[in-house]
């Protein structure tokens, strides 16, 4: 017997979108390859590494962990949406400008866990810091940079506010 087939709503970067997918379909796959937004990276598929982490309604979520079922009618920001237009966000220039990134892939998570880090604690300590990205791993920068990227993203965001 086929699979049921679910429609839902997601409203994704600030763009409601309808979709059909099984009941199985995960997050990251539904962003994936249902709607064409590939900078959401899926790493281990067992919801450690967080390459896949997106915002749920503000939130970092695991997207390899997350049924699209559950996310109907919620929003969801990936890196694509981050930007404001051609406008990088605070944390994506703090990245760049810190070299917090090399091979990019652990990147996008990253991206969204320290953009939800910074909306709830605007100024972190290096231990806060540390904490919050946690859940992150990264194969290539040894931390140091991303550590400065998140504490200038800190200052960016300070300095637009």
Do not use: W
């Not at 320290?114 to 709830?120: D, M, N």
């Amino acid at each position: 017997m086929p699979e049921r087939v679910h429609e839902i709503t997601l409203t994704v970067n600030g763009t409601v979108r309808r979709v059909a997918v099984p009941g199985r379909r995960l997050l990251s796959d539904c962003l994936r390859h249902d709607l064409g937004l590939t900078g959401t990276h899926v790493g281990c598929e067992h919801g450690v590494c967080g390459c896949c982490t997106v915002l749920l309604d503000g939130e970092p979520v695991r997207s390899c962990l997350t049924f699209a079922v559950t996310a109907d009618g919620h929003e969801i920001t990936t890196v694509e949406g981050l930007a404001d237009g051609e406008r990088m966000s605070p944390v994506q220039r703090a990245f760049a400008e810190c070299h917090g990134l090399q091979c990019g892939f652990c990147t996008p998570g990253f991206l969204c866990t320290v953009t939800a880090l910074l909306r709830e604690n605007p100024a972190p300590t290096d231990e806060e810091v540390l904490e919050g990205i946690s859940g992150n791993l990264c194969r290539c920068t040894g931390y140091q940079n991303i550590i400065k990227a998140v504490h200038r993203a800190a200052e960016l965001t300070a300095e637009e506010s």
